[in-house]
């Protein structure tokens, strides 16, 4: 079955995801065309737009299904802060296109409704972890501690996958994480 007989049977935006994926692996967002994704999933340049609206629409979609993604993986570590934050960093060296679409609102519209349920299933999934920390305070102490934990955890990863991080840190990124992360909770 062609992309295009595929697109007939109701799986373009499936289609056009995976190949806007794909793309972002290759040349990053910015770089993104909707024509290059057209032809990557082997539809007219014109079926991305009519799906889409615009490149902004493709993104907004795409980080959405991002936040969702990374909510499911933080909702199974079961609230355990330091396997939310090693499964945050997992995600975003597994998930690279994602992690590169999610946290640059420029490119999406960051009013959309189900982009912002969405960011706020992965937000509440993180602060489960900081609610079960021995100790927790008040929801303020519980919303301070959660935007720690995820500055910590985001800033890894992002250190990782600039490959900024000292040769002394290893290759394996869970591990690495895990062993940055532990101070969170020790």
Do not use: C
């Not at 998930?95 to 609102?105: D, I, L, N, S």
């Not at 305070?137 to 985001?154: C, M, N, Y």
């Not at 991080?165 to 290759?171: A, C, I, K, T, Y």
């Amino acid at each position: 079955m062609t992309e295009t007989r595929a697109y007939h049977h109701g799986d373009l935006r499936r289609a056009l995801l995976a190949a806007a994926l794909e793309a972002i692996e290759e040349v990053g967002p910015a770089a993104l065309s909707l024509r290059d994704l057209a032809r990557r999933a082997g539809v007219s340049h014109a079926a991305p737009t009519h799906h889409f609206g615009d490149k902004a629409g493709l993104l907004t979609a795409l980080a959405a299904q991002g936040f969702d993604r990374l909510a499911q993986t933080l909702t199974g570590t079961g609230g355990d802060l330091l396997e939310a934050g090693v499964a945050y960093v997992d995600f975003a060296v597994t998930h690279r296109a994602y992690f590169e679409v999610m946290f640059r609102p420029e490119l999406y519209r960051a009013d959309d409704a189900e982009l912002i349920a969405a960011r706020e299933r992965a937000g509440a999934a993180l602060r489960s972890g900081v609610a079960g920390l021995p100790g927790a305070g008040a929801p303020a102490d519980t919303e301070r501690d959660a935007l720690a934990a995820w500055s910590i955890a985001h800033g890894f990863a992002t250190l990782w996958l600039a490959g900024a991080l000292p040769s002394r840190v290893g290759d394996n990124p869970r591990e690495a994480a895990r062993t940055v992360l532990r101070r969170l909770t020790s």
